[in-house]
C-alpha cells in the first residue's frame, strides 16, 4: 500500500516548523517503509551526552542517511527526538520487511567502508577525539523490537504477504491513505507501553484493537494509531504507535472520554468473562505498566 505525503488542514498550522520524518530521507515517498507498511520495526534509543549534543546529532543523521542509501529498499531509518521526557534522548524507528534483512545491516557495518568512517573515524577532534562512543552514555544504548500485531484483522488470512514478515499495520484501520498517518508523516508520534497480565492476554489485546479502531474513526485526519506486539523481548508487552497530525490533536483524543458516548462505553465494556470475575479495561493490565513517550521528527531546529 503506498502511503504518501501528511495530510493537511485549511487552517494555519502552528506546528509546521516540525517537519515529518520523510524529510530526512531522499527515498522516493511511495518507496518509504514505514510503521504502516513494514513487517517489523526496530525501536533504538540511545542518551546523548549533554557537552556532546551537537556532535551525536550530526552523527546520527549520517549514520541514518547512509543507512537508508546502502539498505533501500529493505530498511528505512528515521531519528527522533523525545519531548516532555528525558532531555538529550535520541531515538531511531528502523523500519524493515523481515528479520533477514537485519543481516543486510550486518553486512554493512563489517564490510561498507562509508559506514566505518562515519563510526569509527575521528568525529571530535578538537575536543579529545572519539566518535560515536563518546557522544552516548554508556550502556544506555538499547533496541525494542515489535511487530503489527496479528489476528485482529482480515489480512492475516492472505498468505501473500510480499516477503513480510508480518501482515502491516496499515490493514488495521480503514482510514483512507489520504488521511492515513504514519511514522514518515506524522508532526509527532506518543509510544505508548503496556504490560498484559498473562491470564488475560487475548482480553488485553481485544480491548487494545477496539480502542484503536475507535479513536482512527473518530479522529481520522487528526490521529492514527496502530498496535504492535513486541518480539523477543518481554512476553505480551504491547505497543501502540499513537501518529498524530500535530501535537495539539492529542487533546482532542483525551476529551473523547467526556464527548463521545460509543468511546464511554467502550471504556466501560466488560472485557473480562464472568468466569474470571468479570471487569473493564482496568483488570487486563499490570498496575502502572502502561507509559508514554512523546516523539518528533529530528530536524536541525528540532535538535536546538
Known amino acids: 500500500m503506498t502511503i504518501t505525503s501528511r495530510p493537511t488542514s485549511a487552517k494555519s498550522d502552528p506546528w509546521s516548523f516540525l517537519l515529518p520524518a520523510q524529510h530526512q530521507t531522499t527515498t522516493a515517498p511511495d518507496e518509504i517503509l514505514h510503521s504502516g507498511n513494514a513487517g517489523l520495526i526496530i525501536h533504538r534509543v540511545g542518551q546523548v551526552a549533554y ?4 556532535e551525536a546529532r550530526e552523527f ?3 549514520l541514518q542517511q547512509h543507512n537508508n542509501q546502502v539498505l533501500h529498499p529493505y530498511a528505512t531509518a528515521f ?46 577532534t578538537d575536543r579529545g577525539g572519539g566518535n560515536w562512543e563518546r557522544m552516548f552514555g554508556e550502556a544506555t544504548f538499547q533496541e525494542t ?21 508480518a501482515a502491516p499495520a496499515h490493514h488495521q484501520t480503514d482510514q483512507p491513505a489520504d488521511r492515513m498517518l504514519h511514522s514518515a508523516n506524522a508532526c509527532a508520534i506518543v509510544h505508548r507501553r503496556a ?15 477496539e480502542w484503536q479502531e ?14 504492535y506486539e513486541e518480539t523477543w ?13 500535530t501535537l495539539d490533536a492529542y487533546r482532542h483524543l483525551m476529551r473523547l472520554a467526556e464527548t463521545d458516548d460509543d468511546f464511554r462505553a467502550l471504556l466501560d465494556k466488560q472485557f473480562v468473562a464472568p468466569h474470571k470475575g468479570g471487569g473493564t479495561w482496568g483488570r ?15 530536524t536541525a531546529r528540532t535538535g536546538r
Open 60 to 62: 546520527a543523521r549520517s
Open 233 to 245: 523481548g518481554r512476553q505480551d508487552r504491547i505497543h501502540w504507535l499513537i501518529h498524530l497530525r
Open 195 to 209: 504490560q498484559v497480565k498473562y491470564e488475560m492476554r487475548k482480553e488485553g489485546r481485544q480491548f487494545a484493537y
Open 214 to 227: 475507535h479513536i482512527n474513526r473518530a479522529l481520522a485526519g487528526e490521529a492514527t494509531i496502530f498496535l
Open 79 to 124: 531519528v527522533y527526538e523525545e519531548v516532555f521526557g528525558r532531555q538529550e534522548r535520541l531515538h531511531w524507528l528502523i523500519h524493515m520487511r523481515a528479520p533477514n534483512d537485519y543481516g543486510r545491516l550486518l553486512e554493512m557495518v563489517e564490510h561498507d567502508s562509508d559506514f566505518k568512517e562515519i563510526a569509527q573515524g575521528d568525529r571530535l
Open 51 to 54: 557537552e556532546f549534543r551537537d
Open 284 to 298: 487486563m493490565f499490570v498496575e502502572g505498566s502502561i507509559n508514554d513517550t512523546v516523539l518528533v521528527p529530528h
Open 145 to 165: 523490537v515489535i511487530v503489527p500485531q496479528h489476528g485482529l484483522t482480515h489480512a492475516d488470512e492472505d498468505d501473500d504477504l510480499d516477503g513480510l514478515f
